[in-house]
């Protein structure tokens, strides 16, 4: 169990981390960081259970894994250059995942009820995800919405 409790402090990108996590439980928690990157919408089928249960979904969205599918498309459709950077990791018992990160991108789709600005973007964001048969079955997450929304409008980098 104490090898669980081992925290890893980093600055990979999320495809750095598919390619050389520990675990399958990291490997899958950063692959869901990877599929905003890529934009890879049917990616999610093979991150996330059927009936995943997103904890702070956006007011708008779908349940289940049609949420987090359209979740991935709006930044898709929202941003270029997408990438995550783990900051932080840690493997805690009963299959949950926590991740720290950082997303940095290009504004330059309509997102969030802003047309594309050009401004770049850089916000942090936690994921806590329990890994269950290979996938996410539940997540809670924050991001800094807050900052990135004045970073699109603005173009201003701090908040």
């Known amino acids: 169990m104490e090898d669980l409790m081992t925290a890893i402090t980093t600055n990979n990108t999320a ?3 598919v390619r050389s996590a520990t675990s399958t439980a990291l490997r899958v928690a950063a692959r869901e960081l990877e599929l905003y990157d890529t934009g890879n919408v049917a990616g999610a089928d093979e991150v996330f259970a059927a009936d995943v249960i997103d904890h702070n979904p956006a007011s708008d969205a779908a ?3 049609d949420g987090m599918r ?10 270029t250059d997408t990438q995550h950077r783990i900051l ?3 493997e805690l018992s009963g299959g949950w995942v926590v991740l720290h990160w950082r997303m940095t ?23 806590i ?19 990135l929304t004045h970073q699109i409008s603005t173009g ?3 908040v």
């Open 15 to 17: 495809s750095e981390m």
């Open 63 to 65: 349940s289940g894994i």
């Open 70 to 79: 359209a979740s991935i498309a709006a930044v898709r459709d929202g941003f």
């Open 88 to 90: 932080f990791q840690q």
């Open 105 to 127: 991108a290009t504004h330059t789709g309509d997102a969030f009820g802003f047309s594309a600005s050009g401004n770049p973007v850089d916000i942090n964001g936690q994921d």
């Open 129 to 147: 995800m329990r890994i269950a048969d290979g996938k996410i079955a539940e997540i809670y997450h924050v991001e800094e919405l807050l900052k």
């Open 156 to 158: 201003a980098q701090s």
